[in-house]
């Protein structure tokens, strides 16, 4: 390491579900070719972290988690090329977010507009520590970034609760919407608001959707949605029958143009399935953790002309389409109030337990 750039930091180990955080300052190894240096400033707890936590979703342990970051540029390895995806320079000091992958550009799956299923994927918040391998977390101090990942820098102004989330929740319901095609003129429904939820109503709203329903099982977050774009909401607690109905009476009896799943329901994507008309589109991203499998009317499917997609993660032109939606609209709709409370890095165990006992939105942590 050279000039001021740090020997060692403080990250919180995670074990597994059921153990304590461990809070330990470790070495900070030399970058290498590609690689660069980010200082992490600012994290947010997001819903799979949550999962891991309590054991839904494995990973492989002692891991660093946290993977919505904000951070600050350090250093450069003289091989980074120093631009970020929009052709901007980077230099220390910038205010940054990056994918929350890297991977080979040119493996087949990054060639076909897939880089989050490259090969050599790496996936940060989702890593084994390894010997020196050991700040690729947002719950730490610092972070090494490889190449093959998307920087962007970040505008000064965006509040810090904001800029977290784009690098997880926003980018991938910017290729939700980007998968469900044109939403301009659409009627559409989503299911599960949180994050997610939220963020799809705001960003269906800008893109012209005719008309944006939301719900929820949580009557706290279905008044969340109405401030977010939604412009009904339906609580999914009640008789389906009933529920499906006043959907179809929206709708002028016609039925829906597009579903987004973002609860990982099977409850929620079945009947969300259902409600879908002639020509009618499904896109589900919430699905993420071990759940029953789906019973799903196949006939229905096929006279319906109905059509089914799933997405994982994101792409570089999601994560980009990502952040121009927020830096156009986080001040239209009330991003900034999506973390109800921000803890720091030696009270972590505390912030996951608020989370799970509360159901904010997000939880914020300071670094």
């Not at 946290?66 to 540029?73: Q, T």
């Not at 631009?83 to 977010?97: E, V, Y």
Request: hydrophobic share 40%; proline share 5%.
């Amino acid at each position: 390491m050279k000039g001021n750039i740090p020997q060692t930091g403080k990250l919180a180990l995670f074990y597994g579900p059921g153990q304590d955080f461990e809070l330990k300052e470790l070495g900070l190894r030399p970058l290498l070719p590609g690689e660069l240096l980010v200082k992490n400033i600012y994290t947010t707890i997001c819903g799979s972290d949550i999962h891991t936590y309590c054991g839904l979703r494995e990973e492989p342990c002692p891991t660093v988690l946290g993977h919505e970051i904000v951070g600050e540029v350090l250093e450069l390895h003289p091989d980074h090329k120093g631009l970020d995806l929009n052709g901007k320079a980077l230099q220390p000091g910038d205010r940054i977010t990056w994918t929350i992958f890297s991977s080979d550009p040119g493996s087949a799956n990054a060639l076909r507009g897939m880089p989050q299923k490259g090969e050599g994927l790496f996936k940060y918040g989702h890593a084994r520590v390894d010997g020196a391998e050991v700040f690729h977390g947002g719950l730490g101090a610092y972070c090494i970034l490889k190449p093959g990942t998307g920087i962007i820098r970040l505008p000064e102004d965006m509040p810090l609760p904001v800029a977290a989330t784009l690098n997880c929740s926003v980018s991938t319901v910017a290729g939700a919407l980007r998968m469900a095609g044109d939403i301009k003129g659409k009627r559409v429904l989503i299911t599960g608001m949180g994050h997610l939820g939220i963020t799809c109503a705001a960003m269906c709203r800008e893109a012209g959707a005719e008309w944006v329903a939301a719900a929820d099982v949580e009557e706290k977050r279905l008044k969340e949605a109405l401030a977010f774009g939604a412009q009904d909401v339906f609580d999914m607690t009640g008789d389906k029958t009933l529920l499906k109905q006043s959907l179809l009476e929206k709708t002028g009896g016609r039925g829906l143009d597009l579903v987004f799943d973002m609860s990982g329901s099977p409850d929620a994507m079945e009947f969300s399935l259902d409600c879908l008309g002639i020509g009618g589109t499904a896109v589900w991203i919430g699905a993420v953790f071990k759940n029953r499998p789906l019973q799903i009317d196949a006939e229905r499917v096929i006279r319906n002309l109905i059509t089914i997609k799933g997405l994982h993660n994101y792409n570089f032109g999601d994560f980009k389409y990502a952040v121009a939606f927020m830096e156009r609209c986080w001040q239209q709709y009330p991003f900034a109030g999506a973390v109800e409370k921000e803890f720091t890095l030696d009270a972590i165990g505390e912030a996951f337990e608020y989370a799970i006992a509360r159901k904010p939105l997000r939880v914020g942590v300071r670094l």
